[in-house]
C-alpha cells in the first residue's frame, strides 16, 4: 500500500471540501473571516503588529477570482496574511550565538514536519532575542514553514517543549490571529498538501529556490466555518493514525522478512534446510577430486552443526580465483568497458552498471584475462563504512553491449571452480554468521575499513555435497521469491 498517496488524497478532499459533510447551521467563514480582520485592525491600532506595505489591500479582491478550486457552499477564499501574522526570520552575527540561551531554529531542525531541537541545537542571547531579533520570535503553537529548497513547504508547529525560540531567514512564521489552536491545525494540514506552495513562482540560483515574504503573505486559502475545521482535523488525524499503524505494521513485516530470510540462510548452511540424500558423493571426495591440496575437515566431532557428507575447508580451496580487482585509469570519452565499483552493486538485490565509470581502451592489456568478470562471480564490496562485506552475485545478462566488465580495487572476486555451485556459495557468504566473521576481521581506521584478501581466503566454509548444493538453492530461490512477492505487495 502507498500510505504516502494515500495521505495525499486525504490532504487533497479535505482542503477542497469533500472529507467531511458541510453543515447548513455552521456560522460561515464569511462571518469568521470579517471577526479575524477586526481583530487584526485592533492588533494594528495597538501597535501590537504592523500593517504590510507590500501585500494586496483588504479592500482588494481579484485574489478571490482567480482561485484554484471552487469550495463548499459556507466557505470562502482568503489571503493567508488575512488571518494570521506572517513574519520571516533573521540570522544575527556570530557574536550573538552562544552556548546556551533562547533556541535558535534552523531548516535542519524542521524533520519529519516536526521540531527535532535535539538535532544540531544552536542557542543565542537573550538580549538579542529580545532586541534585534524580537520580530521573529516565536510563541508555542506558531507554524513555521521553510521558504528556501528545495525541498519548499517543510512545516511544523512549535511544541510546548520550546517556550521560547527563534528562527534564520530561511522560514516563515505563521500565527493566525484568532483561534490559533484550530486555525494553525488546518493551515498545517492546508499547506502540508502542498498544492499551493508548488504553484508559486519561485526565484532563485542554480541549486536553491526560495519564496518571498510577500508570497507567503499572499497565499490563497480555502477557509471553512470554524466548526468544519475542527471536524476537518478530527478526521484528518483518525485516518492517519490508522496510516502509521499501517506503516508501522509494514516495518515490521519488512523486518519479519529479513530475519526469515537470515533464518533461511542460517539453515541453508548447517544443512538444516533440505533433506540429506545418503546417495550423494561426499563432500570431501569432491573435494579431493577438484583440489587435491584442498585442507579437508570431516571430523563432525569439531564441527557438530554439519551433516554427515558434508566437509569444512577454507574458501580458497574451492576457488578458481579469489582477488581484489586494480586501480584502473578511467576514460571520459570511451564508455566500452564498465569498470564495476562500490556504487555499481545495488539494485534489486542484484547488479547494475548505471554508476559505473569506464576503462581507458589503452589500458585493456594490463589485464588479464581473470579479471573480466564472468557469470557466477561472487563480488563483495572490501572497503568503505557500513558496505563491507555486501555481497552480490554477477551475471553477464547485465552486460547489455559491453564486451566486458573489469573489477576495481575496492571489489573482491570470488570465483569457484567448476564443480562448486557458486548460488550456494553466494548465499553462505551473504548469511550473517559470514557477514560478522568479516565484519570482526575487518582493518584500517573508523572512517575507512577494509577487509583483506586473506580474511577472505581463509574463511571456513561449511561445503555439502554437489547435489545438495543445487537442492539447497531451489529451496532458497523458491522461499525467497515468495518473501519477496510479499515485500513487492507491499510497496503498490
Known amino acids: 500500500m502507498d500510505t504516502k498517496k494515500l495521505r495525499q488524497k486525504i490532504l487533497d478532499l479535505a482542503i477542497r471540501g469533500k472529507l467531511v459533510p458541510q453543515d447548513p447551521n455552521d456560522e460561515p467563514a464569511s462571518v469568521l473571516l470579517e471577526r479575524i480582520k477586526a481583530e487584526k485592525e485592533r492588533l494594528i491600532k495597538e501597535g501590537k503588529i504592523k500593517r504590510s506595505k507590500k501585500t494586496t489591500k483588504t479592500s482588494d479582491t481579484p485574489h478571490y477570482e482567480n482561485v484554484p478550486f471552487e469550495v463548499p457552499k459556507g466557505w470562502c477564499w482568503c489571503r493567508l496574511e488575512e488571518i494570521a501574522y506572517v513574519t520571516s526570520g533573521s540570522t544575527p552575527n556570530k557574536e550573538s550565538f552562544a552556548s546556551e540561551g533562547i533556541p535558535y531554529l534552523k531548516m535542519y531542525n524542521l524533520r519529519n514536519q516536526k521540531i527535532d531541537f535535539d538535532f544540531k541545537p544552536q542557542y543565542i542571547k537573550a538580549e538579542v532575542h529580545n532586541g534585534k531579533l524580537k520580530r521573529s520570535r516565536t510563541e508555542v503553537g506558531d507554524l513555521i514553514m521553510n521558504i528556501v529548497g528545495p525541498p519548499l513547504g517543510k512545516l511544523a508547529i512549535i511544541p510546548s517543549s520550546l517556550p521560547q525560540a527563534n528562527f534564520n531567514q530561511a522560514a516563515v512564521l505563521i500565527r493566525p490571529l484568532l483561534y490559533k489552536t484550530v486555525l494553525t491545525k488546518y493551515l498545517f494540514y492546508y499547506l502540508s498538501e502542498m498544492s499551493e506552495i508548488n504553484s508559486i513562482s519561485t526565484k532563485g540560483s542554480a541549486g536553491q529556490i526560495n519564496i518571498s515574504l510577500t508570497q507567503s503573505q499572499n497565499i490563497r486559502v480555502p477557509l471553512p466555518p470554524l466548526s468544519e475545521q475542527n471536524r476537518i482535523i478530527t478526521e484528518i488525524e483518525y485516518y492517519f493514525v490508522l496510516i502509521n499503524n499501517i506503516e508501522q505494521s509494514q516495518i515490521d513485516l519488512q523486518t519479519a522478512i529479513k530475519q526469515t530470510k537470515s533464518k533461511i540462510l542460517n539453515l541453508a548452511i548447517h544443512g538444516k534446510l533440505v533433506p540429506q540424500d545418503p546417495s550423494d558423493e561426499p563432500a570431501s571426495e569432491l573435494l579431493k577430486r577438484i583440489n587435491p591440496k584442498a585442507e579437508i575437515t570431516c571430523d563432525n566431532a569439531q ?18 580465483f579469489l582477488s581484489r580487482g586494480k586501480s584502473p585509469k578511467y576514460s571520459e570519452e570511451d564508455k566500452t568497458y564498465p569498470v564495476f565499483a562500490q556504487k555499481c552493486n545495488l539494485k534489486d538485490g542484484g547488479v547494475s552498471l548505471e554508476q559505473a565509470k569506464f576503462l581507458d581502451p589503452s589500458t585493456i592489456n594490463k589485464w588479464n584475462e581473470v579479471y573480466k568478470l564472468q557469470t557466477g562471480d561472487i563480488l563483495v564490496n572490501s572497503t568503505g563504512t557500513g558496505t563491507v562485506g555486501r555481497t552480490r552475485l554477477f551475471n553477464t545478462n547485465c552486460l547489455g553491449n559491453y564486451p566486458f566488465v573489469v ?67 531451489a529451496k532458497i530461490e523458491k522461499l525467497f521469491s515468495s518473501l519477496n512477492n510479499i515485500q513487492k505487495a507491499l510497496e503498490v
Open 303 to 320: 564441527y557438530r552443526k554439519i551433516p554427515k557428507n558434508w566437509c569444512a575447508c577454507k574458501l580458497v580451496d574451492i576457488c578458481s
Open 407 to 473: 573489477p576495481d580495487s575496492h571489489v573482491s572476486v570470488v570465483r569457484v571452480l567448476k564443480s562448486i555451485c557458486p548460488q550456494y556459495v553466494y548465499a553462505y557468504i551473504s548469511s550473517d554468521s559470514i557477514q560478522r566473521y568479516m565484519e570482526e576481521n575487518l582493518a584500517g581506521s573508523t572512517n575507512q575499513k577494509e577487509l583483506y584478501i586473506g580474511v577472505l581466503e581463509n574463511m571456513h566454509i561449511f561445503l555439502p555435497p554437489l547435489a545438495e548444493q543445487y537442492r539447497i538453492v
